[in-house]
């Protein structure tokens, strides 16, 4: 009787297995796909393109690894989106895109990006106004001010903060542990996990770092005023 059941166990485990890695297989698979679907090209080498050339695509692209709780992160969004709003200004010739740079020596930055990719699933319409709302009362969320926070506290003061400059509201079951699995984070941690994954495969450490179609640019800091980025812009071939 107990070779019948170790047998069965075995099955049961070899099964699991299997689902198990099929399904890492399909999660790889997706990313990769993204991965390749959000990949930059030269509007200049658009016809290495096997899809469309429409003008739409044509476009070049600029990509702003920003962290939530950084101070120079938010003085570049403030120029680039808040102040001079170049993503609209330029919206026929550049395509801007936010990207979520985690630095871990903050913790609670994770927390902060986790509520930024809860409005982006439940309402991303309002996904800029929510990350304007949040860099505008950064300070409140620094190291110091949160230390003594449980985790539960600390989304509550974001959702706080994100409500009053907003008026966006989230539910806070959205982020709180899953109770079904064990160490399984929330509801969001699988966008979490796959923004972090992005700017580790793009080699980002600091923020801001900003990739122009596709390639980092080292001299874009965070300290250019609105004209160093007119003339950067025109210059785009």
């Known amino acids: ?16 297995s299997f689902s198990y890695f099929y399904l890492i297989k399909l999660s790889v698979q ?22 469309s050339s429409s003008q739409e695509q044509r476009r070049h692209t600029v990509e702003l690894f920003l962290d939530l709780v950084c101070p120079f992160s938010a003085r570049l969004w403030s120029t680039v989106v808040g102040e001079n709003n170049l993503p609209n200004k330029y919206k026929s010739r550049i395509e801007f895109i ?40 950064q300070r409140e ?8 926070k449980s985790q539960v506290e600390i989304f509550e003061k974001i959702l706080s903060i994100l409500n009053e400059e907003t008026q966006i509201k989230l ?32 080699g980002v450490h600091v923020s801001p770092t900003v990739f122009v179609d596709g390639l980092e640019e080292p001299d874009i800091s ?12 025109d210059k785009l071939q």
């Not at 990006?113 to 929510?130: C, K, N, W, Y």
């Not at 969320?141 to 003594?148: P, T």
């Not at 965070?222 to 812009?233: D, L």
């Open 30 to 51: 997706r990313s990769i796909f993204i991965q390749l679907k959000n990949m930059s090209l030269l509007p200049k080498y658009a016809v290495y393109s096997l899809q």
């Open 98 to 137: 936010f990207r979520h740079q985690i630095q871990p020596w903050h913790t609670q930055s994770a927390l902060v990006h986790t509520v930024i990719m809860g409005v982006a699933r439940e309402q991303p319409s309002r996904l800029f106004d929510a990350i304007t709302g949040l860099f505008k009362r």
């Open 141 to 148: 969320l620094f190291d110091e001010h949160v230390e003594e």
């Open 1 to 16: 009787m107990h070779n019948i059941w170790l047998n069965r166990e075995r099955k049961k485990n070899n099964i699991h």
């Open 171 to 202: 539910d806070i079951n959205l982020f709180r542990t899953k109770k079904t699995e064990s160490n399984a984070g929330n509801s969001i941690t699988t966008d979490l996990k796959y923004h972090i994954k992005y700017a580790r495969k793009h």
């Open 222 to 233: 965070s300290q250019w005023t609105v004209e160093q980025w007119n003339t950067y812009i």
